[in-house]
């Protein structure tokens, strides 16, 4: 061959493009001409999509109207839905998962042999940032206090707290002036959690927040999902008092999405509403051209909506490491580690 | 305060370089170093010079600081007073800084980690995606109405079943067709309905002391017996009553606000669930 192999790696496509002699955008060295070129290309595809919506939707139609169920459409790929299957999925007729939580060390609190009392503290350095955030969640949090650091290391503030009976201990770790940790650490032998701490916005930068009242919140967790989500949930649950006054409306929930825990506070309220639907179409009635054109296309019906106000601060975790027993990080059993090849797989979750 | 060279060879007592302090330039001389936190005691003299292998020789100090000034005098007792005070004082030093060491080891220290910019880029994105994903308000809403709609509530509020069944319905996004069959079922109210669940909601008001009797807890109208798991189970029992719902019809709400606990034994393939009803204290009141 008289002509020098440039490229090696060729896909399929461009191979097909060079055999039918047709020129690569890639190869036009002349930049207007090239990105000319791939408008060309971009509105092809955009002209080939309208198509495909186009014949779609009239095949809908059409069967809609001879009476039978059309095609179904199909679902667009998330990241939930492609997620790679994790084994450790928490069934909820699972009966060693019954079992577990019967004697594990919050089912105490399950019990409700004991109302929880909250220790916050910080690392040794505390800023304002720090401090107000830490106020915050003392007024989310029921029967929490806040003690000061001190020059104490954490080992003998576990016992400091357990001497006194308190259930969970809150330590509320900084970096560079911004709260950026979060260690949970449940007592008397409980689960060590540490999570990242990120996005915190405190109330007042809420615009039209509320103000919590004093009820017992009601808890919702949400897609906690495998064995660790489960245990991990349920470490948030014992912060919690387990007598909900639903009179106060007041919901705090903890919802995981991707393995990042999102925190809110809101104040509730349910209300009957007149919403707008779209007409039901009934298969096989009524669906020709002309009464479906004569029909109202929305029907005003009476629902019940729920409607929510912020109040408190918002914040998201994300676990870091979940360490069986209290904080000893050199000799602790550490049930789950983050480590950095978990991230490799982008539909891989661990909660 | 004078300027001075510092002097690098390893066997140097004082550290700096002189004349009278030089392990090279001196025949005979001592030092003491230490090796994983013991401290030994090196002579060197010119009888050994000429075989450098041999040319130090090495004698462990003893860990008490007394017993270890009396070793260096023992080994040092004709040499010059110069290369034994300087001995001395090197050995104070060491014997303080291996103390010092000792007590911060037991010291809780902090870990310093770092975090490389391109995760912390990459952490942020993730969470931001995350967040759009996660449709706060709307799951917060759905799932507000859920426990609404399974009665956790009890008699609080007064919404009749079929309206936010719709809302739910439609929040689904179920085809049209489902959601008006599922309306016809709730208000005869027992048409739909598979065999079993029947006899359960007859044998419920009939012989409620006889087959229950046996299994039911003291009280039926309190809480306290049942509520095992409460808030983590929540989300996992709307789930399930979800799944249920779907096989039976769901029951009318006066019904389920009443406590009544989950007859045992009586079906052959009945999911074990656990259905509990929080109500409040201050309610028991009202209801006089």
Redesign the interface.
């Known amino acids: 061959m008289g002509k020098r192999m440039r490229d090696d790696e060729e896909d399929a496509g461009e191979v097909a493009l060079r055999k039918a002699g047709m020129k690569l955008p890639s190869n036009i060295k002349n930049k207007h001409k090239r990105s000319a070129e791939y408008a060309k290309v971009r509105a092809e595809k955009i002209k080939e999509k309208k198509q495909r919506i186009k014949a779609r939707d009239t095949a809908e139609r059409q069967a809609v109207e001879l009476g039978e169920t059309p095609p179904p459409r199909q679902v667009p790929k998330t990241i939930e839905n492609t997620r790679e299957a994790d084994e450790t999925v928490a069934q909820p007729d699972d009966e060693e998962l019954q079992v577990d939580d019967g004697v594990d060390e919050f089912s105490g609190h399950f019990a409700r042999a004991q109302m929880p009392k909250l220790l916050i503290t910080t690392s040794q350095e505390c800023s304002s940032p720090t401090r107000k955030f830490i106020k915050e969640l003392l007024t989310v949090i029921p029967n929490a206090t806040f003690y000061k650091r001190g020059s104490y290391d954490l080992k003998q503030i576990v016992k400091f707290a357990k001497n006194r009976d308190f259930t969970t201990m809150f330590v509320v770790n900084e970096n560079r002036k911004q709260p950026n940790g979060l260690l949970m650490i449940a007592l008397p032998e409980g689960p060590t959690a540490h999570f990242k701490l990120s996005s915190i916005k405190l109330s007042k930068k809420i615009k039209g927040h509320g103000k919590p009242t004093s009820h017992m919140p009601e808890l919702l967790l949400n897609n906690f999902t495998t064995r660790l989500g489960h245990r991990v949930g349920r470490l948030f649950a014992s912060v919690f008092p387990q007598d909900p006054q639903f009179r106060g409306r007041r919901a705090v929930t903890f919802h995981n999405q991707r393995d990042f825990i999102f925190f809110r506070h809101h104040r509730y309220i349910f209300e009957e509403k007149e919403i707008k639907e779209l007409a039901p179409v009934t298969i096989g009635v009524n669906s020709d051209k002309k009464s479906r054109k004569a029909a109202p296309k929305t029907v005003k019906k009476n629902a019940v909506v729920a409607r929510l106000q912020e109040c408190g601060p918002r914040f998201t975790l994300k676990l870091q490491s979940l360490q069986s027993g209290t904080f000893d990080s050199k000799y602790g059993e550490y049930e789950w580690v983050h480590k950095p090849d978990m991230d490799t797989s982008r539909r891989r979750f661990f909660l | 305060m004078q300027t001075q060279n510092f002097c690098r060879n390893e066997y140097n007592v004082t550290g700096l370089c002189n004349r009278s302090s030089c392990p090279l330039a001196n025949s005979r001389y001592s030092t003491i170093r230490e090796i994983d936190g013991t401290l030994y005691l090196y002579m060197k003299s010119i009888e050994r010079s000429h075989a450098p292998k041999d040319l130090w020789e090495r004698v462990k100090l003893p860990r008490n600081y007394g017993k270890a000034l009396e070793t260096i005098d023992k080994h040092l007792e004709h040499w010059p007073k110069f290369l034994v005070h300087k001995n001395k004082q090197r050995l104070t030093k060491m014997t303080q800084y291996l103390i010092r060491m000792r007590k911060l080891a037991l ?2 220290k ?2 310093l980690v770092t975090m490389p910019a391109k ?1 912390v880029k ?3 994105r ?2 931001a ?3 759009t ?2 449709v ?2 709307k ?3 759905k ?3 859920q426990r ?1 709609q399974s009665g ?3 008699d ?2 007064n ?1 009749p079943v079929k ?2 069944e ?2 739910l319905a ?1 929040e689904e996004m179920e085809p ?2 489902e ?2 069959e599922e309306e016809e079922e709730e208000e005869p109210e027992v048409e739909y309905v598979e065999g079993y669940e029947m006899e359960d909601e007859d044998e419920d008001d009939a012989m409620e002391d006889f087959a229950q009797g046996a299994n039911r807890m003291p009280d039926s109208e309190d809480d ?1 017996g049942e ?6 189970d ?3 029992e709307a ?2 009553e979800a799944s249920l719902r779907s096989k039976k019809a769901p029951k009318v709400p006066s019904k389920r606000s009443q406590a009544t606990p989950v007859p045992v034994g009586r079906k052959k393939r009945r ?2 669930v656990e259905i509990e009803y ?1 109500e ?1 204290r ?1 309610m028991e009141s009202s209801h006089v």
Not at chain 2, 227 to 232: A, I, K, T, Y
């Open positions: 010291k809780m902090r870990k995760e990459r952490e942020k993730r969470e995606k995350a967040l994903a996660a706060l308000d799951s917060i809403e799932e507000l109405l609404l956790t509530y009890g609080i509020y919404f309206e936010y719709k809302v439609m049209a067709g959601e008006s306290d509520q095992s798991d409460e808030d983590s929540e989300s996992e789930d399930l999911p074990h929080e409040e201050e």
